[in-house]
């Protein structure tokens, strides 16, 4: 296939960026990711740009849409590189630096208002002439260019660098070194790495998390060490480093398990002023800090830790656990996002965690959805990693009042509300938006049962024709799954061998041998009986 370009054939159209016949679909292949504040964006292997969740800046278009619920691509500039902050976005692209978005503290340039939908190049008088790395942090932005730093926008806790706490734009960090090769930016703290000097840091170190030896708050850039440093991630009171030999260190709070593997690093033992290994496994090259938690790769192999509480750990729950555990596989990129408690500490309800990787060319991501951050299209949550941008080809799709299933290679998948165990067999959600503590519904297609042929949805059950044999799950109050009155049916099977099936509100039907038999409020509340009066029948609907 030819990629689009300026055009496709007459008898061809695009899809997803190549060109494709009648009847072929295309999914973009994807290289990197970057989580934000309850966004998130992405670089496919065209290097186009596609974002999703939270536009309240217009960090993704310039519509009045507050969210983007579902991965779209952003302009027609390609670009090299992209890194999501707090609101805003910030790209590279031939050595030219672009930022947009949220400007609030003019963490993008001074006098474009609070936010900004169109690109703004960044240039710097006596600056450098080739960008090679930015990092937007939540009020502030850092870059490097021909091995100098800058940074500007706001200075809370002194941030910049600048030894003061007045905010600026640009400013550049310690002239005297232009080696800098990568820089981290969190809400308080900000840590680079220089070839000839290793890792320094600056900001608020009160939980230890400059890695100097005392907690303290240091306005100008203070030396760490850490020679050999070829990745590092600052999160809200933590900060994480891997060494040319791919092994990890971590230093600041470590009350929440967030400095690693609670066997190697004590996290009942207070703060590490300075750095301490993390963990005894190697082989690290990538790292990425949130507020109590932190991923990073090894290999192939995405491994989070830290606290649960706040959803981005990937491990299947949110519970305040120290946790240390490997997420996913055939990973080779991998990001985390920022939530709410940086906005006011005392009330983190996790509405903007967000942890993605990109998993055999896929995005997967997983946490919090309250502003459509997991792209799924609605108020969830995804407590594994899941894949937000589609990639289904259905061959049936059927609705019911409050949720939908389709097949898609044999293979049930559904969505929708999850009050009434309607999606897997497990009565959890509500049709509200999801936030730690409460149930949330299926905002993306959920595998459910392999081997589908047809599908029969109710009010608040499913049923799947597979072959010849005939599984049901969900509310069965009324019986309409098969079996005995229960709240929420796990997928069983109906005895018999079945050829097709029909559902109602709470009721179900099916054929077998040219004999139609109903259960459930369809003629009577019954088990599966046969009812001779419907018997050949090759269509059927039912009410309530």
Same mark, same amino acid.
């Given at each position: 296939m030819q990629a689009? %370009?300026?055009?496709?054939?007459?008898?061809? &159209?695009?899809?997803?960026?190549? /060109?494709?016949?009648?009847?072929? &679909?295309?999914?973009?292949?994807?290289?990197h990711v970057s989580a934000g504040a309850g966004f998130g964006c992405a670089l496919d292997s065209?290097?186009?740009?596609?974002?999703?969740g939270d536009n309240t800046y217009h960090q993704i278009d310039s519509s009045s849409d507050v969210q983007i619920t579902r991965a779209k691509v952003v302009g027609d500039r390609l670009w090299d590189s992209v890194v999501a902050?707090? %609101?805003?976005? /910030?790209?590279?692209?031939?050595?030219? $630096?672009?930022?947009?978005?949220?400007?609030?503290?003019n963490q993008i340039q001074a006098g474009l208002g609070a936010s900004t939908a169109t690109p703004t190049k960044i240039t710097v008088t006596g600056g450098p002439a080739t960008w090679s790395?930015?990092?937007?942090?939540? !009020?502030?932005?850092?870059?490097? *260019?021909?091995?100098?730093?800058?940074?500007?926008?706001?200075?809370?806790?002194?941030? $910049?660098?600048?030894?003061?706490?007045n905010d600026a734009f640009p400013f550049e960090v310690d002239p005297s070194i232009q080696d800098w090769t990568a820089v981290s930016t969190a809400s308080g703290h900000t840590c680079a790495v220089s070839t000839l000097h290793g890792v320094a840091c600056w900001g608020d170190g009160s939980s230890g998390e400059l %890695?100097?030896?005392?907690?303290?708050?240091?306005?100008?850039? !203070?030396?760490?060490? !850490?020679?050999g440093t070829t990745a590092l991630s600052t999160g809200l009171d933590t900060t994480c480093a891997i060494t040319s030999g791919r092994t990890l260190s971590c230093w600041g709070r470590a009350a929440d398990g967030a400095l690693g593997d609670p066997t190697v690093v004590d996290p009942t033992?207070?703060? #590490? $002023?300075?750095?301490?290994?993390?963990?005894?496994?190697?082989?690290?090259? !990538?790292?990425?800090?949130?507020?109590?938690?932190?991923?990073? @790769?090894?290999?192939?192999?995405?491994?989070?830790?830290g606290s649960a509480l706040t959803g981005g750990i990937g491990d299947g729950h949110w519970a305040p656990a120290r946790t240390w555990l490997k997420v996913a596989d055939q990973a080779t990129d991998l990001s985390v996002g920022w939530n709410m408690t940086l906005l006011d500490r005392a009330f983190d309800t996790a509405n903007l965690d967000l942890s993605c990787a990109i998993i055999a060319g896929k995005i997967q991501c997983w946490g919090d959805a309250r502003d459509g951050q997991l792209g799924g299209g609605g108020a969830t949550s995804a407590r594994v990693p899941a894949e937000i941008t589609g990639g289904h080809t259905w061959t049936s799709l059927t609705a019911g009042p409050a949720h939908v299933c389709g097949i898609s290679g044999g293979m049930t998948y559904c969505w929708g509300s999850t009050?009434? %165990?309607?999606?897997?067999?497990? +009565?959890?959600? #509500?049709?509200?938006? /999801?936030?730690?503590? @409460?149930?949330?519904?299926?905002?993306?297609?959920?595998?459910?049962? +392999?081997?589908?042929?047809?599908?029969?949805? *109710?009010?608040?059950?499913?049923?799947?024709?597979?072959?010849?044999?005939?599984?049901?799950?969900?509310?069965?109050?009324?019986?309409?799954?098969?079996?005995?009155?229960?709240?929420? $049916?796990?997928?069983?099977?109906?005895?018999?061998?079945?050829?097709?099936?029909?559902?109602?509100?709470?009721?179900?039907?099916?054929?077998? +041998?040219?004999?139609?038999f109903c259960w459930g409020s369809v003629l009577t509340q019954h088990a599966p009986a046969h009812e001779p009066a419907l018997d050949g029948i090759t269509g059927l609907a039912l009410g309530a």
């Open positions: 689009c %370009g300026d055009g496709c054939p007459a008898d061809q &159209t695009c899809s997803a960026g190549f /060109c494709a016949a009648a009847g072929q &679909t295309c999914e973009p292949v994807f290289e065209l290097h186009r740009l596609w974002c999703w902050g707090n %609101g805003d976005v /910030c790209a590279l692209a031939s050595g030219e $630096l672009w930022c947009w978005g949220n400007n609030a503290r790395f930015v990092a937007p942090a939540f !009020q502030h932005t850092c870059a490097i *260019g021909d091995g100098r730093l800058f940074c500007w926008g706001g200075n809370d806790f002194g941030v $910049l660098g600048s030894g003061d706490v %890695g100097i030896g005392v907690a303290d708050v240091d306005y100008d850039p !203070q030396p760490i060490g !850490q020679l033992a207070g703060p #590490k $002023l300075s750095p301490v290994p993390a963990t005894a496994l190697f082989g690290w090259t !990538q790292i990425a800090a949130a507020e109590h938690y932190t991923c990073g @790769l090894r290999g192939e192999e995405v491994w989070c830790w009050e009434r %165990g309607q999606i897997s067999g497990v +009565a959890t959600g #509500k049709a509200v938006a /999801c936030m730690r503590g @409460l149930p949330c519904d299926a905002g993306a297609p959920a595998p459910v049962v +392999a081997g589908t042929t047809a599908l029969a949805l *109710g009010g608040g059950h499913t049923c799947a024709l597979r072959g010849a044999a005939l599984t049901c799950w969900g509310d069965s109050t009324s019986g309409q799954c098969g079996t005995t009155s229960t709240v929420a $049916l796990a997928p069983a099977d109906v005895p018999g061998t079945w050829s097709n099936v029909f559902a109602g509100t709470n009721g179900s039907c099916g054929v077998q +041998a040219g004999q139609t």
